[in-house]
Structure formats: structure tokens, C-alpha cells
T-cell receptor
Framework: DAGVTQSPTHLIKTRGQQVTLRCSPKSGHDTVSWYQQALGQGPQFIFQYYEEEERQRGNFPDRFSGHQFPNYSSELNVNALLLGDSALYLC??????????????FGQGTRLTVV | GDSVTQMEGPVTLSEEAFLTINCTYTATGYPSLFWYVQYPGEGLQLLLKATKADDKGSNKGFEATYRKETTSFHLEKGSVQVSDSAVYFCAPRGSARQLTFGSGTQLTVLP
């Protein structure tokens, strides 16, 4: 089992550009969540996808959008990049079974640098 | 919304010392509680969990007990090793089904 995989691992973009990050969940998982982790901070929840729909959303602007595909993989898109979007973006997957779901497993993250 | 307060770091200990990292939380509903660990340059790894009051999660010598009356989930280890040096995050998951993280606690263990 490959676990949660994210691509790319590192990315450098220019302010104003758009970026797409990708995530493949752990086998058997159907729910994908995205988090932003600024340097020296804890992860902040961006949104969660289940059954190809956004189920929950954190306090992030509409520049942040996502998608989940029928195979449960997911993309995070960020438009009009700002310098403050530089961070480690983490994807987590889980299974939405009974009792609120299983524990979340995280990928290694994508380090985005906006210059 | 949900929130978590963790012991401020950084924490520096000598090898074989006793570790406690305090964590208190507020969360909607009846949350599940998790501790995650992050090694430099990596993602988060699940360390342990507890899903109901008085449950004790344990893994790799680390333990934490779900204390509903004090809304706490303190992490302990009897004898730390250099390899335990990392950042530790306490995270409740409430009725919104999302994890809430604090700033984490940086632990450095010296040989």
C-alpha cells in the first residue's frame, strides 16, 4: 500500500499565476482533506471532499478550489497566487465509515514557493 | 469552532527523560482525539488516538488518555530517545469531521 501520495513535491510559482496540486488517497479511503501549513505553524484546514463534492470548508478565499474524481483522487487549485500562499500543502485521506470516520493519514506534502 | 491549546515549545530534554506535552481542546459534539508527529521536511504521521472518554491511546511508548471532564489529552512518554525529536501536534476532530491543529510543540532530545 503506497499510502497517501502527493505531487509534485516542490513547486516554484510567480505571483499571480495559478497552481494545481494532486493527491492520491490511501487504498480504501474515500475522503480527502487539504491543509495549508505555513512555516513554523500548524496545518490549517482548507476543505474536505467526499463523493466528489466539497463537504466542509475552512476560512480560505474562493481562490482556493478543489475537485475529487471518481477514483477518489483529488486536486487543489489556487488562482492568483500571493506571496502569502507559500506553504506546505498537505493532503489527508480517511474512510467515512460509521462514527465520524477513520483516522486521517497524511501525504508528504507539496512545498509551494511563490516568488 | 474547534480549538486546541498546546504546551508552548520548544522543549529540550536529555535522553531517557520523562516527557509530558499538555493539550487541552474545545470541540463540537463528542470529538475523537489524535496526536500527530512531524519530522523535519515530512508530512504528519499519526502517533495515537482515542475516540471516547477514558480511552488510552498508545504507540511506540507514547500514551495519552482522553479526559472529557478536563477536555485534555496530554501526551506522555517515560523515556525519550534522540529519535523522538520532532514536532508534536494534538488535534481534536469534532462533529465537523475536520482536524483542528494548534501550533505544535517542538521537542529536541539531546544524547
Amino acid at each position: 500500500d503506497a499510502g497517501v501520495t502527493q505531487s509534485p513535491t516542490h513547486l516554484i510559482k510567480t505571483r499571480g499565476q495559478q497552481v494545481t496540486l494532486r493527491c492520491s488517497p490511501k487504498s480504501g479511503h474515500d475522503t480527502v482533506s487539504w491543509y495549508q501549513q505555513a512555516l513554523g505553524q500548524g496545518p490549517q484546514f482548507i476543505f474536505q471532499y467526499y463523493e466528489e463534492e466539497e463537504r466542509q470548508r475552512g476560512n480560505f478565499p474562493d481562490r482556493f478550489s478543489g475537485h475529487q474524481f471518481p477514483n477518489y483522487s483529488s486536486e487543489l487549485n489556487v488562482n492568483a497566487l500571493l506571496l502569502g500562499d507559500s506553504a506546505l500543502y498537505l493532503c489527508a485521506s480517511s474512510f467515512s465509515g460509521a462514527m465520524g470516520g477513520t483516522e486521517a493519514f497524511f501525504g508528504q506534502g507539496t512545498r509551494l514557493t511563490v516568488v | 469552532g474547534d480549538s486546541v491549546t498546546q504546551m508552548e515549545g520548544p522543549v529540550t530534554l536529555s535522553e531517557e527523560a520523562f516527557l509530558t506535552i499538555n493539550c487541552t481542546y474545545t470541540a463540537t459534539g463528542y470529538p475523537s482525539l489524535f496526536w500527530y508527529v512531524q519530522y523535519p521536511g515530512e508530512g504528519l504521521q499519526l502517533l495515537l488516538k482515542a475516540t471516547k472518554a477514558d480511552d488510552k491511546g498508545s504507540n511506540k511508548g507514547f500514551e495519552a488518555t482522553y479526559r472529557k471532564e478536563t477536555t485534555s489529552f496530554h501526551l506522555e512518554k517515560g523515556s525519550v530517545q534522540v529519535s523522538d525529536s520532532a514536532v508534536y501536534f494534538c488535534a481534536p476532530r469534532g462533529s465537523a469531521r475536520q482536524l483542528t491543529f494548534g501550533s505544535g510543540t517542538q521537542l529536541t532530545v539531546l544524547p
